[in-house]
């Protein structure tokens, strides 16, 4: 393996509200500044309820992390579910206003470019989120204009491909007509949340598309901070580090344990970048 280019910490599905555990948090803010992150990604669900005093404690939490740039998306909870008329007139103002003002924001990095994408639906498709065509056109322009040897990667709370486990969550509506026009982008990897439970592996493992030896490898947080973990991750928090280098990108999968009182390495997951990049793994751990 090569030298490392750059280490994100991908956060997700915080949870502000009920659901939050004090503990867990407190936990993160205390192993964060050792991992040594160049840049962090929170993929959604800041709030339970898109309240404004959710928003204000997510944004004392995230301020608390490391200063080293930032990339965060919204999520469904984000979005009002009950105040309705808040949800067809202005569904994210609150998270705008505390969290960040661009929903779809970019961020550039020496050797990686990141696209957010809101995929929130408020008014159509709350629960399983969408990407649209217009998403998608403007995330192939961003990427046409990068820099060659950047490592490309695409954010969005919903998952693309759903998990291979019991649960068989449905992936959002045309994820595979946005995967296909990733694949002709030469995406590198998917990172998201929602699912509430880590699912490292590849797109390769549920559509083929029209190039089969091209995959992109797809990185879900579990909750990060609540209580609201599924799955084999029920009542458990998890987050990833992601270790970019020029021949390979590292998912390291963290958990977290009460007896030790913080948050341990539990998997690791080694993907190849090539000609024919992305099609295997190597898992550890």
């Given amino acids: 393996m090569t030298e490392r280019l750059h280490r994100i910490l991908h956060l997700s599905d915080l949870h502000f509200g009920p659901p939050y555990s004090q503990v867990v948090g407190e936990a993160v803010l205390a192993i964060a ?36 740039p930032r990339l965060y998306i919204p999520g469904n909870h984000d979005v009002p579910l009950y105040r309705v008329k808040e949800r067809w007139r202005d569904p994210l103002g609150l998270y705008k206003e505390h969290i960040c003002p661009d929903l779809n924001p970019v961020l550039s990095l020496k050797h990686a470019l990141l696209v957010g994408l809101d995929s929130t639906a408020p008014h159509r498709a709350i629960s399983n989120g969408r990407i649209h065509q217009w998403q998608i056109d403007a995330t192939r322009k961003i990427f046409a204009e990068a820099p060659p040897n950047v490592a490309k990667i695409v954010v969005a709370h919903h998952h693309f491909v759903p998990a291979p486990d019991y649960l068989k969550d449905s992936a959002m509506p045309q994820a595979k ?30 559509y ?61 997951h080694v993907f190849p970048v090539g000609t024919h990049r992305l099609a295997i793994g190597v898992e550890g751990g």
């Fill in 33 to 68: 500044p050792k991992l040594g992150a160049d840049a962090i990604v929170v993929s959604g669900d800041f709030t339970q309820r898109a309240k404004r005093e959710q928003f204000q404690a997510a944004r004392e939490f995230v301020d608390q992390l490391p200063d080293v």
């Fill in 177 to 206: 007509r946005a995967i296909a026009a990733f694949v002709e982008d030469d995406v590198d990897m998917i990172m998201g949340g929602h699912l509430h439970r880590a699912y490292i592996g590849n797109t390769l493992d549920v």
């Fill in 208 to 268: 083929p598309g029209a190039h089969p030896e091209r995959g992109i490898v797809v990185v879900q947080s579990g909750t990060s901070t609540s209580r609201r973990g599924r799955g084999r991750e029920r009542e458990k928090n998890t987050f990833n580090v992601i270790d970019l280098a020029a021949d390979s990108m590292t998912i390291t999968h963290y958990m977290y344990f009460q007896a030790e009182a913080t948050f341990v390495p539990f998997s690791q």
